[in-house]
């Protein structure tokens, strides 16, 4: 347990290192004169909104499944386990969004440029709050629909990020899971891609940096259970699958 711990706490504070320099900078999210260089963040926050993180969960699944070179027996426990952690990440995010209710930057910058009475759109039910912020962006020439329809779709409170908890927990998954056993290639790129989708949310404006700070923390508790169920759970192998793997750390 302390070994996992140690070894996905390095991780999670090397995702961290980011945002927290931007935190320290005093760095505040504004609207660009020019859209056009977010367009490519915006494909990268894609890859775990709706439809296409669910295609993301079922290839990682997979790619970890085949890593590990599990049984089926163990293989079925491994799927259970990373599906809980994944969901209990989500829950977990949902309960903190409700109770802090911090609204995203793209959300304040509104206010103060479009008139937005921010107590009251924070006080309406979430399918109201996205019906007026499509109502008030379809006025905003200045918007390109791409991002009208993702702020629109987007009016959930900011604190903490699910997109960086879900991006964060497949990398922090790696290096507990793939790191010891010599899976560096899968392990660095979902660390860059998790930092990918981290500065994606702050340049879109739908998060501050202490948003992903905390959304890391979350991610990395999360993982170290995980990893834990795992150990645990799929602890006790047939040789043959001992030979396959190697030993857990």
Not at 208 to 235: E, H, K, T, Y
Request: hydrophobic share 50%; with cysteine.
């Amino acid at each position: 347990m302390a070994e996992i711990a140690k070894r996905t706490g390095i991780g999670a504070l090397m995702l961290m290192v980011f945002p927290l320099l931007l935190w320290a900078s005093g760095w505040k999210w504004r609207a660009e004169n020019n859209y056009r260089w977010l367009k490519e963040w915006y494909w990268i926050t894609q890859t775990v909104t709706s439809t296409c993180g669910a295609l993301a969960s079922a290839l990682l699944i997979s790619l970890f499944l085949w890593c590990l070179r599990y049984r089926l027996k163990s293989a079925l426990r491994l799927v259970v386990i990373l599906t809980a952690i994944l969901l209990i990440g989500q829950s977990i995010k949902s309960f903190i969004k409700e109770q802090v209710q911090t609204l995203r930057p793209y959300v304040i910058w509104m206010e103060k440029h479009y008139a937005i009475d921010v107590k009251v759109f924070s006080a309406m039910p979430q399918k109201d709050r996205s019906v007026t912020m499509k109502r008030k962006l379809k006025e905003q020439q200045m918007i390109p629909p791409w991002l009208q329809k993702h702020w629109g779709n987007e009016t959930y409170f900011s604190f903490p990020s699910g997109h960086t908890i879900f991006a964060a927990s497949w990398a922090l998954l790696a290096v507990g899971l793939l790191w010891s056993r010599q899976y560096i290639i899968p392990t660095v790129v979902l660390m860059v891609w998790a930092n990918g989708v981290m500065v994606s949310r702050m340049v879109l404006g739908m998060h501050w940096p202490l948003d992903i700070v905390m959304s890391i923390a979350v991610s990395w508790l999360v993982i170290i259970l995980g990893c834990w169920l795992v150990q645990r759970w799929i602890g006790t192998l047939t040789p043959e699958e001992r030979t396959n793997i190697g030993s857990y750390s």
